[in-house]
Structure formats: structure tokens, C-alpha cells
């Protein structure tokens, strides 16, 4: 692939732009500067730098974020920012046209916090959304609340929202502490878990999903940070933990 061509693929800005930053100088492939945008590379496992910043080539993006509280997942965000301004002006640029940058795979509440992962595999965001896939999702629950049995056997069981004749149970739950709970989804309802833990008489107080099918949130990932995800990881959040 041409090298303007790569820089436009992972969102270095148009081709005229990507030719440019190439011919002055700021582009260097494996440490090795280049000012031809018409020279050829390799794509994969391509490393390069523009303007200093090293980066790697990815055909597709697959990403996963510690989102922090007060953020939306909207590109058009009405009262808090949005958490595409986490992420660097490449990975919201790439692709170019209408439908350029990675997207959110579902969505956390504002005052949600926790493991969200983005992408721009349209397949995979599909995949991952949709409740036929049965990806399970692991949140913990903070509740206004004690938790008692009774509370959880009804989540385990089933109970019904409003919008759906039909029980909408937890693949999961349990107790953690007085005002806590585990609780495992596999469907993505809007305001799920506020519903379902509103619906057997208690109020969640604090969200945090902490698992993707069984890949965790780092340790080491601190909220507003994200990372690429690897071949390891992807294969961990098609696995049933």
C-alpha cells in the first residue's frame, strides 16, 4: 500500500493532508524518515511515527476503554463531554468519509463507569450487540439497599420491565457485600441493570462493568485510558468466563 494511502487509513487526515505531512518530512517508517508519499509498504505489523508520535498500522480497529463517570457514549453529547474526546484525533478520524472512527460497541449511562470497548468492524460491533450472541457482560452494583435472597432469586428468576412482556433474568448474581452485587447480563436493555435491580424493590446507587465475556478490565488501565485490544484478548471476550 502507498504510504499517503496507510496515513488516510488510520485517520492521519485527507490524502492532500497525508502527502503533505509525508513530503515535509514528519513521516518515518521503522525509525527511518520518508518524504515520498508514493513509496510501497507492507501493512502488517507496519510501525511508523508522524510528527514524532509512533503508531502501528491496524486494518481494523479494535479498542477497549475505561470509561470515567460524567462522560457520554455519543458523538453528540447533550451535558457531559463525550468520550470520543478520550481518544486520539486518528483513531476518530480513521476510514475518512460520514462514517469515519471507531464507534462504541453499546453504550454506558453517563454515571456509568467501567470496561467499553470500540470499534470499526461493523460485523463485530453487531456481534457484539446483539442479544443472539449471548455475550455475557459482569457488573457491580452498588444499591441503596441491603441486599437479602430474595432480591437476587428474583433477578435470577426473572422479573418483567415495562417495555417487554417477557422476564428478563440475570445469567448471574450474587452478593458481595451489604450494599452489593455481581451481576451477569446477556442482553444490552437500555438502563437494564437500574430496571431489573428497580424492579425488586431496591436503587443502584454506582455501576462499574468489569467483564466482557472473559476478558477484564486491566488493572493497570486507569479511567479516561485505552488501549488496542490483541488477538488474546479478542478471543478472551468470545469465551464464556
Known sequence: MHLDNILYSQGFGTRRVCAGLIQQGFVAVAGVPCS???VEFETEGLQFSVQGVPWEFHEKAYLMLHKPAAYECSQKPSTYPSIYTLLPAPIRQRGGGAA???QAVGRLDQDTTGLLLLSDDGKFI???SSPKHHVPKVYDVVVKHAVDEKQIQKLLAGVVLDDDPKPVRAAACEKTGELQLSLTLTEGKYHQVKRMVAAVGNRVEGLHRSRIGA???PADLKPGEWRWLTAQDLARIAATP
Open 36 to 38: 515520498d508519499p508514493a
Open 100 to 102: 469515519a472512527g471507531v
Open 126 to 128: 453487531h456481534r457484539m
Open 215 to 217: 476478558l477484564p478490565l
